[in-house]
């Protein structure tokens, strides 16, 4: 619990309220739910309270004297206006496996008159998400309402859209499913992106636990957090080390084990797609067969300690997978920036962009909305649109662009 907490509370501007915090923090660390959304703008909660929606407030039933109508409706504005945010982002957390979600969730909240602490219940809801529903009662209840509002029951409408795609997933929210040692998370897909350029997924290994021999369906590119080993039929068995990466193409019969301590890699997988297997928490490939192939598909290993660097201003890339390794279908290198550093506005007309973040992070502008990144967002791009970063931290990340191609003017940057 006290990682979770520690995690929410440094979250820096997106939560405004102590008492928020710890109520957001208790949903993190608690019930492995999720964050940020998208171009347009994440869905946000009406920071209204409609006329026809002041007969919500009822009087204390005690008969103690109450505060004057216009000051618990300003009030309720002032708490919907510091609660905005949060919405948004139990919003992201309901919508980590599936960005099309919407509708409305109504809240009663009563406020004890001599505490001003206060208890919340849903009266309404058509986004039928738990979610959702279960993250807003948390803040809303564990919210420091007004001296106004004290004795008062008070009922708010929290509106959310679908936005157009999502952008940003925080994968701490990420649902994660395990068969036989092996946990699975889907962090990007069709399903809660849009973009079937690519999936993005998260692969940890029990000690002693093997994944495999399994057919590679679609070209994978795994990039290990922790040491493990590799092998493929036909192939002898390699050691990775973490910040190694293996090259899977389609037709591969892949084997992954984790040694005396657990593994854990993220995985990319080209094309993308609706990752249901994995969601039910399975690697996508079938096991593989006995037949034998007369030349089969072997991976390719590439050590980071190998890898070439490229310096510039305000940072560096270190070039991982590039073509020929995998004709063009996928590139990935480790990205550095340091605090401050801003990447102008552009725009990649043919290739998707992925970004798994691992320290820092800042503020991404994707076609004009500012969308909050941190060490624990995965970020995705599509081709045609347009996006921008500033690095408030010293940022590192695993950088991917589908087709390959971006990654080459990282070369001749100074």
Known sequence: MDRGLRAAASRGGVIRTGAV?????????????????????????????????????????????????????????????????????????????????????????????????????????????????????????????????????????????????????????????????????????????????????????????????????????????????????????????????????????LTVAAGDAPAAAVVAIVPGGREGVARGGALPGAAASSAVRARPVQPTVIAAAAARRFPRTGGATTVLVEPPLVKGAVSASWFEADAGVAVPPHVHPKETELLYVLGGGGTMIVAGTEVPVTEHSVVQIPAGVEHAFVATGATTALQLYVPAGPEQRFKTMK
């Open 21 to 253: 915090a710890l109520a957001l923090a208790a949903l993190v660390a608690c019930s492995g739910a999720p964050r940020p959304a998208a171009p347009p703008a994440p869905p946000a909660p009406t920071d209204e309270v409609p006329p026809d929606d002041q007969t919500g407030l009822e009087a204390d039933p005690a008969g103690r004297d109450e505060a004057p109508l216009d000051e618990r409706i300003a009030a309720i504005e002032l708490g919907m206006n510091q609660l905005a945010p949060v919405a948004n982002q139990c919003w992201a957390a309901a919508a980590a496996d599936d960005f099309h979600l919407a509708g409305e969730v109504r809240l009663q909240v009563a406020i004890a008159a001599a505490t001003g602490k206060a208890t919340a219940a849903v009266t309404a809801d058509t986004t039928g998400d738990d979610v959702l529903t279960r993250c807003l009662t948390t803040v809303a209840a564990a919210f420091g309402w007004g001296p106004p509002l004290r004795g008062q029951v008070i009922e708010l409408p929290f509106r959310f859209a679908a936005p157009a795609m999502q952008n940003v997933v925080d994968r701490r929210f990420v649902p994660r499913k395990t068969q036989a040692g092996v946990e699975v998370g889907v962090l990007i897909d069709e399903v809660n992106s849009g973009n079937p350029a690519a999936s993005v997924i998260e692969v940890g290994l029990a000690a002693r636990a093997r994944k495999g021999p399994r057919d590679v369906e679609r070209t994978e590119v795994w990039y290990f957090l922790a040491p493990a080993t590799v092998e493929a039929v036909g192939g002898a068995a390699r050691a990775v080390g973490a910040g190694d990466v293996v090259v899977a193409p389609a037709g591969t019969r």
